[in-house]
T-cell receptor
């Protein structure tokens, strides 16, 4: 069965320090993987996606994620947090490439402290 | 990516009335549209998938007669919550995907429905 696990429901970092949001997935096939961000009362914005090209994926706003097949992980990182990064982050897997159905993680709320 | 709008952004209605929510893909031929609902501090729950010109496919446990979905064109889908009750209060989000990008969904800004 396909699944996504976001290991931390809440993460707090100080402004200017690195961000690490963890995501592990389970998929029988070679999946497409995504990170989305959701600010309060807003829709989801695509940060980045992995679709079997380079394993290190660069996204918007300085975020990047590394696909590690051996660890079935797709952790999201950013070198230096900004106050505007405070939001909910969702790791998503589309288990079978070329299909549309998403499996969502439970989300990680990122808090950035001044 | 695609630009997706939803209208209205928020709505308050009385119990027993019906509410229609529109989802528009502004610059993208959306062959498939999705409707989700999201409860506070929770992840998104897929309600239904609609393909242009076809009947929607509903997820298990979602009442077809209560949540009417129409996808009449490549740029517009509507969700009608019929005979709304307070338990239908939620954040409803649509997303789109198309032939140019079948594995990436682009999300609308959401509609906050409050049923009194």
């Amino acid at each position: 069965a396909q699944s996504v696990t976001q290991l931390d429901s809440h993460v707090s970092v100080s402004e200017g320090t690195p961000v690490l949001l963890r995501c592990n997935y389970s998929s029988s096939y070679s999946p497409s993987l995504f990170w989305y961000v959701q600010h309060p009362n807003k829709g989801l914005q695509l940060l980045l996606k992995y679709t079997s090209a380079a394993t290190l994926v660069k996204g918007i706003n300085g975020f990047e994620a590394e696909f590690k097949k051996s660890e079935t992980s797709f952790h999201l990182t950013k070198p230096s947090a900004h106050m505007s990064d405070a939001a909910e982050y969702f790791c998503v897997v589309s288990p079978v490439r070329g299909t549309y159905k998403y499996i969502f993680g439970t989300g990680t709320r990122l808090k950035v402290l001044a | 990516g695609a630009v997706v709008s939803q209208h209205p952004s928020w709505v308050i209605c009385k119990s027993g009335t019906s509410v229609k929510i529109e989802c528009r893909s502004l610059d993208f031929q959306a062959t498939t549209m999705f409707w989700y609902r999201q409860f506070p501090k929770q992840s998104l729950m897929l309600m239904a998938t609609s393909n242009e010109g076809s009947k929607a496919t509903y997820e298990q446990g979602v009442e077809k007669d209560k949540f009417l979905i129409n996808h009449a064109s490549l740029t517009l889908s509507t969700l009608t919550v019929t005979s709304a009750h307070p338990e239908d209060s939620s954040f409803y989000i649509c997303s789109v995907t198309g032939e140019a990008s079948t594995d990436t969904q682009y999300f609308g800004p959401g509609t906050r429905l409050t049923v009194l």
